[in-house]
Nanobody
Framework: QVQLVESGGGLVQAGGSLRLSCVVS????????MAWHRQAPGKQRELVAT???????DYADSVKGRFTISRDNARNTVYLQMNSLKPEDTAVYYC???????????WGQGTQVTVSS
């Protein structure tokens, strides 16, 4: 089964930056589209950013211009650079395959991002 390990979260002031990483234990990672999602307390999980195997990206309107998704196929890793963070970005951030997630229950533990005002 594929394992997803997210890291890089933390506590940051509004306007600050964080870089999230997600290591994926899958041999076909280089040809797999990936995505970052987030889930705030009391809210449903939402899609934040996607990246195709060729590197084409797309973003939710709420993060466009502030977040950048990228990937390093040699390291089986997908990144999320988050700049100009806002308190409303506070959530647990997860990565997974896109558009269909890996096997049921494949969501990792996520990484907590907390933005203080």
């Amino acid at each position: 089964q594929v394992q997803l390990v997210e890291s890089g979260g933390g506590l940051v002031q509004a306007g600050g930056s964080l870089r999230l990483s997600c290591v994926v234990s899958e041999s076909m990672f280089s040809i797999t589209a990936m995505a970052w999602h987030r889930q705030a307390p009391g809210k449903q999980r939402e899609l934040v950013a996607t990246i195709t195997s060729r590197g084409s990206t797309d973003y939710a309107d709420s993060v466009k211009g502030r977040f950048t998704i990228s990937r390093d196929n040699a390291r089986n890793t997908v990144y999320l650079q988050m700049n100009s963070l806002k308190p409303e970005d506070t959530a647990v951030y997860y990565c997974n395959r896109y558009p269909q997630v890996y096997q049921p229950g494949s969501w990792g533990q996520g990484t907590q991002v907390t933005v203080s005002s």
